[in-house]
């Protein structure tokens, strides 16, 4: 009987964290105009001597928040990267704010 509360339990950790997961990339949705403050580009280097990951993507500072331009994988959008400074742009962005953890709403579309 304790092995299954346990295996439940796990279960129900993991659909968490798969939610978490899930509302972090996909979750709201936004199409507004913003003016462009910054956008600066961040190389960060993730490793120890066995082996390393350089994440490359760019951090857009608006009017209305900063958001992320991934360069690859399910929500890459290099196009996005070319937003000049002090222009108004017709943005999508996807996902949530959480600034602490280095979490940004990601623009997926720009007009």
């Known amino acids: 009987m304790r ?3 346990r295996a439940a339990g796990w279960a129900f950790i993991i659909a968490l964290i798969i939610g978490a997961m899930f509302a972090t990339e996909f979750a709201n949705e936004k199409t507004q105009m913003h003016t462009i403050l910054s956008n600066e580009k961040v190389e960060k280097v993730h490793g120890d001597e066995e082996g390393f990951t350089t994440e490359v993507y ?3 500072t608006t009017n209305k928040g900063a958001y992320k331009v991934v360069m690859d994988g399910i929500n890459a959008a290099p196009r996005c990267a070319g937003v000049k400074k002090d222009s108004t742009y017709k943005l999508t962005t996807r996902g949530l ?3 602490f953890f280095g979490i940004y709403p990601k623009i997926i579309k720009v007009e």
């Open 3 to 5: 092995k299954n509360n």
């Open 58 to 60: 760019y951090l857009v």
């Open 97 to 99: 704010e959480i600034p």
